[in-house]
């Protein structure tokens, strides 16, 4: 029985002793720094985010005052492999909810930079007929596919501007049938107006 007592004794002296208090606050005390560094795992260590590489048009600005040639019209995201982008001018704002869109510019976008969100540019956009000023315009872009930009390149219009009497020039395509449908994804539109002044259709030598 002694032996017992003696065991037990020393048992309840581990129990009610520094040390045994000191094993369970160490253990408590790991036990909430792992259970909080877990909890603000993605706060210490954030996981890197992808950058967003939609189409969006930087230039021109929305609601801005455009010429009727801009030298160049761009913006950032990525053209993707086996897609082609294009710059669409639809006449009118968007309160007015015209569909028809012609597709502008010397040709389809060029992929500046792929870096971070990518940037991309189209020249020589034409914004609206020589009369048209103080119109409102919205300018999209829009991706399409190979098999939709062989049909819309194969029925481009080659002219030097609007006038039927100037006769077509090599080189000079001007995009000029409207079309009110053609599938493929667009970027959020851009309002503009129209300058007041009665200006040339962009003219590049061959």
Known sequence: ?????????????????????????VTAASAVAITTLLVNW????????????????????????????????????IIPHGYHLWVAVIPGSSAEQDRRFTLVGKGEAVQTSTKGQGQWKVVQVNVGAETRVNYHYRLV??????????????????????????????????????????????????EVVRNGKKEKACYTAS
């Open 141 to 190: 872009a829009i991706l399409l596919s190979d098999d939709v930009n062989k049909m819309v390149s194969g029925s481009a219009v080659n002219i030097t501007d609007l006038n039927p009497k100037v006769p077509p020039i090599a080189g000079h395509d001007r995009w000029r049938i409207e079309y009110t449908y053609l599938p493929g994804e667009r970027s959020d539109p851009v």
């Open 1 to 25: 029985m002694t032996t017992v007592r003696q065991w037990l004794l020393q048992a309840w002296q581990f129990l009610t002793g520094s040390t045994f208090r000191k094993s369970v606050t």
């Open 42 to 77: 993605q706060t210490l260590f954030p996981e890197a985010k992808k950058p967003d590489r939609s189409i969006v048009i930087e230039s021109p600005r929305d609601g801005g005052t455009v010429r009727r040639c801009l030298e160049f019209v761009s913006g950032r995201g």
